[in-house]
């Protein structure tokens, strides 16, 4: 049996708040939870938006953050993502596409395949001819999990919605009946359904949570909810997986007013 830990969205900065929001205490928080409740899972993944505006800064100590983890951490990239960044500060498996950070997790009775949907200069994402051809090489016989960072459909949240990934059909065409089930970043809030037969789910952030769609909001009066964030515990069990959703704080912690 596989058991992995999955997180997302920690937009982690190396000083300052979001809002009134310490990143750096949530990611503390749920790095020590796990550490003690589950240092037996096998790796932890972290579906990107990883840092905030300071590249440099924020890769520096987001790494020295990652290395009190006492199980190996697989990082994905997100809109708020640097690339070189990302390469100059963390750890990523060999095999690693040379130009996208995106890999493959081999294990006894499973493949774990890590994306990069990150578009240069927005916050939608994009997965291109290059990322099609490596997703299609690596998809074989065994049961197959896909960690990404944007979602290749609608979730029924209209700002989020506007900000998916492109052309998320041709991507969803691609994966039709070879992949078991799709683990999803960027949305903040805890979602699940089917796509063309595909089990998917979304997690709260590690940060802040984008509140419900009703009532109505757009980007322009987004307020956080006031909501605790949580992280995933996956278990990969003969072809069959279990998630549980896992709260690790309060929402006061890393509240600073």
């Known amino acids: 049996m596989a058991k992995i830990i999955w997180m997302t969205d920690p937009h982690f900065q190396n000083e300052g708040l979001i809002g009134d929001l310490n990143p750096r205490s949530r990611l503390k928080a749920a790095i020590a939870h796990m550490n003690t409740h589950h240092a037996d899972a096998d790796f932890l993944v972290l579906t990107g938006d990883l840092v905030g505006d300071d590249i440099e800064g924020d890769y520096r100590l987001l790494a020295t953050y990652l290395a009190e983890s006492k199980i190996p951490v697989y990082p994905l990239v997100g809109n708020n993502d640097d ?100 683990f999803i970043g960027h949305v903040h809030r805890p979602t699940c359904g089917t796509i063309r037969g595909i089990p998917f789910a979304t997690l709260r952030a590690l940060s802040f949570q984008a509140p419900p769609p009703q009532p109505p909001w757009d980007w322009s009066s987004f307020v956080p909810a006031k909501e605790a964030p949580h992280y995933g515990v996956l278990y990969i069990e003969n072809g069959n997986a279990t998630l549980q959703h896992t709260d690790f704080c309060t929402y006061e912690t890393g509240i600073e007013r």
């Open 83 to 182: 690339r070189a960044g990302f390469r100059a500060h963390l750890t990523l498996p060999d095999g690693t596409m040379d130009e996208f950070i995106q890999y493959k997790i081999a294990m006894p009775d499973a493949t774990i395949l890590c994306l990069d949907t990150h578009m240069v200069g927005s916050h939608a994402g994009e997965f291109c001819a290059a990322r099609q051809e490596w997703l299609a090489a690596h998809l074989g016989d065994t049961p197959t999990y896909v960690f990404m960072h944007h979602p290749p459909m609608d979730l029924h949240l209209p700002p989020q919605d506007e900000i998916k990934l492109a052309d998320g059909d041709a991507f969803l065409n691609l994966i039709a009946g070879r992949v078991d089930h799709l």
